[in-house]
């Protein structure tokens, strides 16, 4: 009797394993990020219209093949599998150039399908999310004085960055970033150590001094103006990261503010209303940025003034830097200086910059320039759309 019902026991979980296995094998595992080229036919479901005047655009590509004109001609650009030489990129966009001023309407579309390779940048949820970022305007002190007491610091001469891709390919575009300490290369300081242990002060040096809060969104969004006592205005763009994880501080404060008033905005008013919990707030993320004083800009991480509405962030280590895209999502509509709705939007960008929360395909943070609506559009920005990866076939370069 033992036997038989052993037996039967076995059985059954043989038959639930055998039945929970076979579920698991039918369960569809999420997506990876990923870039997908179009086929002709998805090319034509899109018109390819864009909503903005080309001025802008054209000022954001003219700076791309500034770029390109400037590298060595060793250097690779690979969209999928085929790769593009700096000369290629830059007659590329030369070539999307004159597209624009030679056709108008259905025939610039027409043309746009027939010169161009077209990919989707498409995130775990196959779709793209995007953000915003702005150029923002701080009060500072060239000295501490009262509330401006954070020092916005230069990159350090001990700082040191290194590209694993020297060392494999496996590790291209990988970098690490780091310091000396004796034969060793160790973790550089992070932002507690250089904020409240002020681990950096004989090591640093500060370009000016500004208020905590107001620091730590600057270095967000990677570049601003900081307006002196003397009204003269100081540009000042990003150098370098501490190279710890950036991680965003609203998932802190996610019980404290709903998801649908999460707002660059919203997380300032609360750090103010409650400076108690600023520290342990803003410990969340380990990441440090330094900033160096420039005359233009403010400047993408290829080094060419950022185009309002135009240049875009994304991932660096996957998407060419300068190149084509093409953004479908919503943006705000304002009235009375109020964001009152959303509308979509359409039009070609260019990838000129890239961040720490920017990685992966679909991801995209696009630059609104300064100004209070460029602050609230940045702000308020976490849509989801489409991005299109754009370069020119090879027969026409």
Partial sequence: MK????SAKFSLLLCLTLFITNCTLFVKPPAKPRLEKLTVRETRSHEWQDDLNFKGLEEAVAQSIKYYNKLPSDREF????VKYSP??????????????KNYHGKERAQQLRSRFLFFESRNSEGEGFFTGYYEPLLEGRLAPEDNFTSPLYQKPDDLIEVNLGQFSDKWKNEQIVGRLKGKSLIPYDSRDEIVYKDSLR???RPLAYVKEIELFFLQIQGSGLIRLPDSRIMRVNYAGRNGHPYRAIGAVLKDKIPPER???QALKQYLYAHPDEVKSILSYNQSYTFFRETD??????IEVPLTPDRSIAMDRKIVPGGGLAYIETELPVFENGQITGWKPAGRFTVVQDTGGAIRDHGRVDIFFGNGEKAELSAGHMKQ?????????????L
């Fill in 3 to 6: 036997k038989g019902y052993h």
């Fill in 78 to 81: 690979y969209y999928g599998e």
């Fill in 87 to 100: 000369r290629e990129m830059a007659a590329s966009m030369e070539l999307f150039l004159m597209t624009l």
């Fill in 202 to 204: 004989d090591r640093a």
């Fill in 262 to 264: 999460m707002s660059l």
């Fill in 296 to 301: 233009v800009g403010p400047l993408g991480n």
């Fill in 384 to 396: 989801k759309g489409r991005v299109f990866i754009i370069v020119a076939h090879k027969d026409f």
